[in-house]
């Protein structure tokens, strides 16, 4: 473990700076759409909890999903009683995860290793299926939890508009954008997006310190070695149970903010390909490491997005420039890569990747920094030489 | 007084009785050796001391407490270590941390929620463990990964994790065993030179009597679940029981 603080403070300023500059930065890729910009930093949060559990105590948990269902339906739910204001929303959202995560967590932590994983991830299904039909009254089942022109908000000011609200911080509202266009590229600032883009950069500060703290190390230690860390004096299960409810927060506070930049809750998002998808970005990211799980995110959403988009007729726009036959064999393969086909994609990345770099694009960067350092020594060495 | 005190300990797995109305004292600030041949029940005794198995009988108490039914970390918060047959370190953090993290455990007891304090701003932590670690002679080994080190230096590592909490026992389950000659010397030097330095209490377990009859104040020999002889190191060499129980052994 690192104890250099410079470096973590550079990682930190790098952050800040390359999300705050996303809507620039990732609108020549199609992705600077305040949907997408939102959903990147939602999930980039969602992962950089998921990782305090995983990528510090090394315990898999395939039931983060519940958390995230359970923050966006707190979240509606204050939306619907007391006011659009964004902040006791997401409050609600982290106390209400947070406990549940205590009760799962206390429950799954008796097992370790796949038991551990099977627990929670029917924990999950369980709670996908409570959401889904039993509990109706609290999650409107199928239908999904909704806003209402009825609904009480007994904090804001009677509504006279005759449209539901919007969600707002102390009156500016979250679907505000501004747009500006150069060079033939629009560029989108986004209330919404700026607000999870500064929750964020919140997370991954908290989630820095929280790896360079005794507790931070302590949980690396029983990744590495339980039987050594109970014969060293320390309890592991208070040290795990309390990654685990610090992750369910976050992911909870994730769930929030989906619910703040679209105000409604369904009992798909904890299903288990949702729980699945965080696993995912974490390890295509990075495990363990700070940033990866970040960048993992972002991969996944921008595959999901923009891959899925791009079709036949899209191809075929590209490939106009070979001679037919040619253009209609490339479109003939890549259609099964692109568009729907956008699972096989990643599905290959994700093999490739785990193949060849098991650290994750974390590991890729790093290997290509090295070699690119290395190179720079060589040639610096070099040039004195020459000079002689 | 004596401050580890076995009394009467008994422990069936099936039809074998692996310890048989075992009773042992070990005096406070001694080396106390127990030796014997393989299978004698060695490790089995040392598991009940340290929570890993119950006695079907018996009593076992340090410094006046009891050790049995307890869980491994209250075992430590007590005072006592323990030292495995294989090393048990933190293989993928570097040597430093390993030893951090006992200093913090510590410092800090079982459990201790400071998510948010820096360790790096911790210095009382720090300069413990690198002092411990030039106390064993692996000061320039701190930055490297503790799965890196030779097994010799794993030992002494793992040893130093555990004298860095000051504990009042310190247990080793054949420290040598699987070692190179080198390393066993090594070891052996090391435990004599702790010794000198701080006069902690050792119940050292070995199947080779050779490694202890320099170290130990008594020893005890153990052969098929039965204390058989209990003395000091020069009478127990000649020892005709023991010697028959080492050949009955081989035999
Ligand atoms: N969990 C167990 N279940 C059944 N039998 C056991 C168990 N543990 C140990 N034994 C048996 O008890 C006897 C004593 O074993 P123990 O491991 O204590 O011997 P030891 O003196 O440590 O030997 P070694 O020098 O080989 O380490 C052996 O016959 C062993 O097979
Ligand atoms: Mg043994």
């Known amino acids: 473990m690192k104890h250099l603080t410079k470096n973590d403070r550079l990682l930190f300023i790098f952050f800040t700076i390359m999300v705050l500059a996303g809507p620039i930065i990732l609108a020549p890729f199609g992705a600077g759409y305040p949907d997408l910009l939102q959903r990147f930093a939602i999930f980039g949060l969602f992962a950089v909890g998921f990782n305090i559990l995983f990528g510090m105590t090394g315990y898999l948990s395939f039931g983060h999903a519940a958390f995230l269902g359970v923050g966006s339906y707190s979240a509606v739910w204050m939306f619907k009683l007391l006011t659009m204001n964004v902040i006791p929303a997401l409050f609600l959202s982290v106390v209400i995860s947070g406990l549940f995560a205590l009760l799962i967590g206390f429950v799954s932590l008796r097992r370790s290793g796949i038991y551990f994983s099977i627990l929670t991830l029917a924990f999950a299904q369980m709670s996908y299926n409570l959401a889904y039909s039993v509990l109706t009254p609290i999650t409107n089942g199928e239908t999904g939890l909704q806003l209402n022109l009825s609904d009480p908000r007994i904090l804001d000011a009677a509504n006279t508009t005759g449209s539901i609200p919007s969600t707002n911080l102390f009156g500016l509202t979250m679907n505000s954008t501004a747009k500006f266009e150069l060079l033939g590229l629009v560029f989108q600032f986004n209330v919404g997006f700026y607000f999870c883009a500064l929750i964020l950069i919140a997370g991954f500060y908290i989630a820095m310190r929280i790896a360079r703290s005794p507790f931070g190390l302590m949980l690396l230690a029983i990744k590495t070695n339980q039987t050594r860390l109970n014969y060293t004096g320390v309890n592991t299960r208070p040290y795990t149970l309390a990654a685990f409810v610090i992750s369910g927060m976050y992911a909870g506070l994730a769930g929030g903010l989906m619910a703040i930049t679209d105000p409604l809750a369904g009992a798909e998002r904890m299903q288990w390909t949702a729980s699945g998808e965080v696993v995912l970005m974490t390890i295509l990211g990075g495990v363990g490491t700070l940033l990866g799980p970040v960048l993992g995110a972002g991969f996944i959403k921008y595959f999901e997005n923009i891959f899925s988009k791009i079709n036949d007729s899209v191809l075929e726009s590209w490939f106009s420039f070979l001679p037919e036959g040619l253009s209609d064999a490339m479109v003939f393969v890549l259609h099964f890569f692109v568009g729907k086909g956008w699972h096989l994609t990643l599905g290959l990345l994700f093999m490739l990747v785990v193949i060849f770099l098991p650290g994750g694009l974390m590991e890729g960067g790093t290997r290509l920094y090295n070699a690119f350092r290395s190179k720079d020594t060589k040639s610096s060495k070099d040039e004195p030489k020459a000079a002689e | ?251």
């Open chain 2, 1 to 251: 007084m004596s401050y580890l005190e076995i009394r009467g300990v008994n422990k069936r797995f099936g039809g074998l009785q692996a310890l048989d109305d075992v009773n042992l004292s070990v005096e406070a600030g001694t080396i106390h050796a127990i030796i014997g041949p393989n299978g004698a029940g060695k490790s089995t005794l040392l598991n009940t001391f340290v929570g890993k198995l119950t006695p079907d009988s018996g009593t076992v108490t340090f410094d006046g407490q009891s050790l049995l039914g307890i869980k491994p970390h209250e075992i430590n918060q007590v005072g006592v270590a323990r030292v495995f047959q294989t090393p048990e370190i933190f293989s993928e953090l570097s040597v430093l941390d390993n030893v951090i993290i006992p200093c913090l455990a510590k410092r800090d007891g079982s459990f201790k929620l400071n998510g948010l304090s820096l360790l790096s701003r911790q210095a009382d932590i720090r300069e413990k463990a690198e002092q411990m670690l030039i106390d064993v002679n692996m000061q320039d080994k701190r930055n490297m990964t503790a799965s890196s080190l030779s097994r010799g230096d794993k030992r002494r590592l793992e040893m130093a994790m555990c004298l860095s909490q000051d504990p009042k026992l310190l247990l080793l389950d054949e420290p040598t065993a699987g070692m190179a000659r080198a390393d066993t010397n090594n070891t052996i030097d090391l435990l004599a030179e702790i010794q000198e330095k701080r006069k902690i209490t050792k119940v050292v377990i070995e199947h080779d009597m050779h490694v202890v009859f320099s170290l130990a104040q008594k020893i005890s020999v153990l052969a098929q679940g039965h204390v058989i002889v209990e003395d000091k190191p020069e009478n127990i060499k000649g020892h005709p029981k023991v010697k028959e129980a080492y050949l009955g052994g081989t035999s």
